[in-house]
């Protein structure tokens, strides 16, 4: 599928107007979507649309939407907070200009997070949803310490700028395991480690960290979300061992009463980025095979 899917044609579209403009992509033909081949609603957060082209080009039996989530890609920039509710909105916008109806959707990192949001507030929107390693701390045993930790980076980031405090994420989104009370007590990430800068450019618009610290304090709507039954998947990379998104992915699906799903590769293992390992044909595969045993 990804031969044909790669010589689609890609239409650009907007919705809401200044602040509140959200940019998405259509690839293919939203009339040719069907019962049993939805429109798939691929995202992330603050990942935009460019990360999920490798896995677009896997489904060409389908349309299939990608977008770039408040604050980043082509969308208006700013420096206020940004929160999960206001993502679940965007994405509802979305699905609602697109006019064809419930879509698959797939949600990875903050993505999943804001599509367990979407699903609480407006589960019409949605078929079956597949929600990758959301990192909501709010089932984790040291849910306090890993809060502790994303307000120290936000902190860093509004006293010293992007490099320093991306730094200790980088750190922190590496650790395998509970996070101990004393975590904060390790000396901090040196930026240049990761080839970061040391100097504050004065900017305030990362998205990342605009998100935070909404996405991990998140708490998922469990009675709602039982709802969906097992058209709600909560999936986790086979490689992504004890890090807190994977953590975090399991003890969302033990609170739903289930068992998460094995995923081939790790946290971003549908894309490709430098230095990471990832299997996005295999992860293609394996999106698939989950959301046709659910249809």
Same mark, same amino acid.
């Given at each position: ?14 919705? @809401? ?9 259509? +690839? ?13 609603? !691929? ?7 460019? &990360? ?39 994405? +509802? ?7 064809? @109806? ?12 804001? !599509?367990?949001?979407? !699903? ?82 004065? @900017? ?53 009463? &289930? ?37």
């Amino acid at each position: 599928m990804a031969n044909d899917a790669a010589a689609r044609a890609v239409i650009t579209h907007t919705v @809401g107007e200044g602040e509140d403009a959200i940019t998405y992509d259509v +690839h293919g033909d939203l009339a040719t979507a069907t019962a049993e081949r939805p429109a798939l609603f !691929l995202f992330g957060a603050p990942m935009d649309a460019t &990360g999920f082209a490798i896995l677009a080009s896997h489904f060409g039996d389908r349309p299939v939407i990608t977008y770039d989530p408040r604050g980043a890609g082509r969308n208006p920039v700013g420096t206020s907070d940004l929160t999960v509710q206001r993502h679940a909105d965007d994405l +509802h916008r979305v699905i609602a200009a697109l006019r064809v @109806g419930p879509v698959d959707a797939f949600g990875s990192s903050g993505g999943g997070v804001n !599509l367990l949001a979407l !699903l609480a507030i407006h589960p019409g929107d949605v078929n079956v949803a597949v929600v990758h390693e959301p990192p909501v701390a709010g089932f984790l045993p040291d849910r306090e310490a890993v809060l502790a930790v994303v307000a120290d980076q936000k902190r860093t980031y509004a006293a010293e700028g992007s490099g320093p405090a991306l730094a200790k994420f980088i750190q922190f989104v590496m650790f395998d395991g509970l996070v101990p009370g004393d975590y904060l007590d390790a000396p901090a990430a040196d930026p240049s480690m990761f080839g970061l800068p040391t100097a504050d450019d004065g @900017g305030r618009t990362d998205p990342l960290f605009r998100n935070m610290p909404s996405t991990l304090a998140y708490v998922p709507e469990i009675a709602q979300l039982q709802g969906f039954g097992e058209r709600l998947v909560i999936a986790f990379g086979a490689e992504s061992g004890e890090t807190m998104p994977a953590r975090a992915a399991r003890s969302v699906a033990a609170a739903l009463g &289930g068992a998460a799903t094995e995923f081939p590769s790790n946290h971003g293992g549908f894309t490709e980025q430098p230095g990471f390992p990832s299997d996005p044909a295999g992860f293609a595969a394996r999106l698939r095979e989950v959301l046709d045993a659910r249809r």
